[in-house]
């Protein structure tokens, strides 16, 4: 009893937060923790920066997550390893914000920026804006709308994250049953984890429910309480971040239901969830750390005019209850 007391605390404090999405696509799946991997077409860069001189980074993400400031501050190590600067700011799910900061990193002159974008249309003209003013862009985990406007892209593979759990869940139903979905439209890394999933997910399983929980907490705990309700055969869930599969689970802790949650980031929270030995069994865990080292190692490749790689995706791994007391001080 003390054990659930204390995850749902946790829970608690996640529901008053926001966390991270990732972003967009291949490579194969893994259940095993990986080394960064992938990649293609390395190409010549802009002109480096003088000799000497001082960089200044923009980083700006769509809202605040232990998951994007994890990545942020592995690029900010490395930038004041190199006697360099990082501005990280939150644009709060605020797309004209997030244009606003651009500007303003336009106008501080900054030499390169780091964006997560909130909305990946609505973002371009901070794009065309970075373009005309030779800033150069590194695009990480959910990808804009048209990538020509961006120097490289770097994300988790989400795609293999959405089969990691799909496969994950069938080894656990080999005779399928009812499945909901709790999904993130909005969101091109949550797009690609559908597709993984609904590439992999097997005819046995039926989905009786798909809904848009923006990949939050409070919205994931309203969808899956309605979902709950009007499902009593339901036997999984799959979500597309672990905040709105933390709001599902908790709506499964309300109700006092077996329906088990699948999700995607290794949140610690969610880590912790499933070490506990509940009905969270299972998360396909991204790297933040990886992600934010390789966008500063491409960060300093394009500012010094050597060969980047335009794209590259991290690889995801599954983490259960076998695994999970192996990855529990904070994220990988």
């Known amino acids: 009893m003390k054990k659930l007391i204390t995850l749902m605390l946790a829970i608690t404090m996640v529901l008053l937060t926001l966390a991270g999405c990732g972003s967009s696509t291949s490579a194969p799946a893994s259940s095993a923790a990986p080394a960064a991997s992938g990649a293609s077409n390395a190409e010549a860069a802009p002109e480096a920066p003088a000799e000497g001189k001082s960089l200044t980074f923009g980083y700006t993400y769509w809202a605040a997550s232990d998951f994007f400031l994890t990545i942020g501050e592995a690029i900010k190590a490395q930038a004041e390893a190199n006697g360099d600067t990082c501005i990280i700011i939150d644009a709060q799910q605020d797309n004209q914000k997030q244009i606003d900061i651009i500007d303003d990193f336009i106008a501080k002159g900054v030499d390169l920026v780091f964006l997560n974008p909130v909305d990946r249309d609505a973002i371009k003209p901070a794009l065309v804006a970075l373009k005309e003013a030779g800033i150069p862009v590194v695009n990480f985990d959910t990808s804009v709308a048209d990538l020509s406007l961006v120097e490289s892209y770097i994300a988790s593979d989400n795609v293999s994250a959405g089969v990691i759990m799909a496969e994950a869940m069938i080894e656990r139903f080999p005779d399928g049953g009812e499945i909901a979905i709790l999904d993130y439209p909005q969101n091109s890394a949550c797009l690609d984890r559908v597709q ?50 933390l709001g599902a689970y908790g709506a499964v802790v309300q109700q006092n239901s077996k329906v088990e949650i699948y999700g995607v980031d290794g949140s610690p929270e969610a880590k912790e969830a499933i070490n506990s030995g509940g009905q969270y069994v299972a998360t396909a865990a991204q790297s933040p750390k990886q992600i934010g080292a390789k966008c500063a190692e491409v960060g300093y490749q394009i500012l010094k005019g050597e060969a980047f790689e335009k794209e ?15 990855y529990l001080d904070g994220w990988q």
């Open 196 to 245: 993984g999933f609904m590439d992999t997910i097997t005819s046995n399983f039926k989905i009786v429910a798909q809904q848009d929980a923006q990949g939050k907490p409070d919205p994931g705990l309203e969808k899956a309480t309605d979902i709950l309700t009007a499902n009593p055969n339901l036997i999984a869930m799959f979500c597309v971040n672990d905040q709105s599969g």
């Open 312 to 326: 590259f995706y991290v690889p995801t791994f599954k983490i259960d209850k076998d695994n999970a007391g192996q």
